[in-house]
């Protein structure tokens, strides 16, 4: 059974300040999705990595995929309070199934203005 | 171009009752993907369907939990004799494909709202 370990679970920060949202795992991926969720509505992706040791620039996020695939992390610059959410990685299997997907058990984000 | 549509999107049952959840993909998209989120918990996948065939199921409940995706209409999850710990928001993601081109990073699974099941 693969397991996507999230941490930290919660953060509360001062807007302005940077934050990393880690993803580790013992099973290799061979995507890794970052996702946000708001309350009462479904996760909406941010963005996949397939390569290992990639990065991938978001506007003020940066997401890296380690380069064993088995990890990942979201960082975020200069955070706002639009950026408070639910932030969700996902490992994929790949092959035939994409969308069975491995969640972690998510990050709650708060900036504070 | 609707989105994933899932209805409904809050449904109150009673212990021993049957829940019905329905989910239409987006429009191109003939695969369909059911998670669980249990309060608390990360998203949990459930079953993987196409039209009229069920090709992964290995996250379903072995009892009381069924799901089809008929030729015509939108799929649906099935709880039959309902406890409370079914409670839950209940997502549905389509994908217009079955596999992701490995190099092509692109996004071809959308996820719905919800539908948020209560088990009085």
């Known amino acids: 059974t693969q397991l996507l370990e999230q941490s930290p679970q919660f953060l509360s920060i001062q807007e302005g300040e940077n934050l990393t949202v880690y993803c580790n795992s013992s099973s290799v991926f061979s995507s890794l999705q970052w996702y946000r969720q708001e309350p009462g509505e479904g996760p909406v992706l941010l963005v996949t990595v397939v390569t290992g040791g990639e990065v991938k620039k978001l506007k003020r996020l940066t997401f890296q995929f380690g380069d064993a695939r088995k990890d990942s992390s979201l960082h975020i610059t200069a955070a706002q309070p639009g950026d408070t959410g639910l932030y969700l990685c996902?490992?994929?299997?790949?092959?035939?199934?994409?969308?069975?997907?491995?969640f972690g058990q998510g990050t709650i984000l708060t900036v504070h203005p | 171009n609707a989105g994933v549509m899932q209805n409904p999107r809050h449904l109150v049952r009673r212990r021993g009752q049957e829940a019905r959840l329905r989910c239409s993909p987006m429009?191109?998209?003939?695969?369909v993907y059911w998670y669980r989120q249990l309060p608390e918990e990360g998203l949990k996948f459930m079953v993987y369907l196409q039209k009229e065939n069920i090709i992964d199921e290995s996250g379903m409940p072995k009892e009381r939990f069924s799901a089809e995706f008929p030729k015509e209409g939108p799929s649906i999850l099935r709880i039959q004799q309902v406890v409370r710990g079914d409670s839950a928001a209940y997502f549905c993601?389509?994908?217009?494909?079955?596999?992701?081109?490995?190099?092509?990073?692109?996004?071809?699974?959308?996820f719905g709202a919800g539908s948020r099941l209560t088990v009085l």
């Open positions: 429009k191109g998209h003939s695969h």
């Open positions: 993601a389509s994908s217009p494909s079955r596999g992701l081109p490995r190099l092509s990073g692109a996004n071809v699974l959308t």
């Open positions: 996902a490992g994929g299997a790949g092959g035939t199934s994409y969308g069975k997907l491995t």
